[in-house]
């Protein structure tokens, strides 16, 4: 399969998973291992959203480190997560959580490589709707956007980084609000 970037580009997001979304697989998994983990001690991970979750990969990755109070969520994708992990996923969008659909109350929402898809416009309205359900953001992405820091009212409390095989960086960033709101 070509890169998802340019699988992306050629194709658009939306359509790039009707056709490709029952196969995604995390390029970087190795990495967003490393990241969870090392992060632990950073991260509640007693109860969990794994947001945009792929095909499961946070999920399974919590699993392993015991943590059993995960709920998934992929518009796209979550046949694959039900089918990887044997337990339903729910099917929130950007646009789902910005009109206040997401339901639940969770230590921490994680978002592995796919917070920079949302439109800037559209970033604002999106984080205050999660920090309604959670006190934490977690944004694992394979570049330096989305740069959450810049909105107002939104803190980045902790940065960490793992290396690619070619040396890339793979980023894992925490987010809390600067106020209550």
Not at 54 to 63: A, C, N, R, Y
Not at 145 to 168: C, F, I, N, Q, W
Request: aromatic share 12%; charged share 20%.
């Amino acid at each position: 399969m070509k890169h998802i970037r340019k699988l992306y580009e050629q194709l658009g997001v939306d359509k790039y998973y009707r056709q490709y979304g029952d196969e995604y697989q995390n390029p970087h998994v190795g990495q967003v291992q490393e990241l969870l983990v090392n992060n632990e001690k950073h991260i509640d991970y007693s109860q969990v959203l794994d947001f945009c979750a792929g095909g499961g990969e946070v999920s399974w990755i919590l699993k392993e480190l015991s943590y059993t109070s995960i709920t998934g969520s992929d518009p796209f994708t979550h046949k694959l997560y039900t089918k990887n992990l044997g337990q339903p996923c729910a099917k929130w969008t950007f646009d789902d959580v910005i009109k206040g659909k997401l339901k639940g109350q969770y230590s921490a929402i994680v978002c592995s490589f796919a917070m920079h898809l949302c439109p800037p416009e559209r970033l604002y309205p999106l984080m205050l709707q999660l920090f309604q359900c959670s006190p934490t953001l977690v944004i694992l992405t394979p570049h330096k956007r989305p740069a959450l820091e810049e909105l107002e009212g939104v803190e980045l409390s902790h940065v960490d980084y793992a290396l690619t095989a070619k040396g890339k960086k793979v980023f894992l960033k925490i987010y809390k609000l600067s106020y209550n709101m």
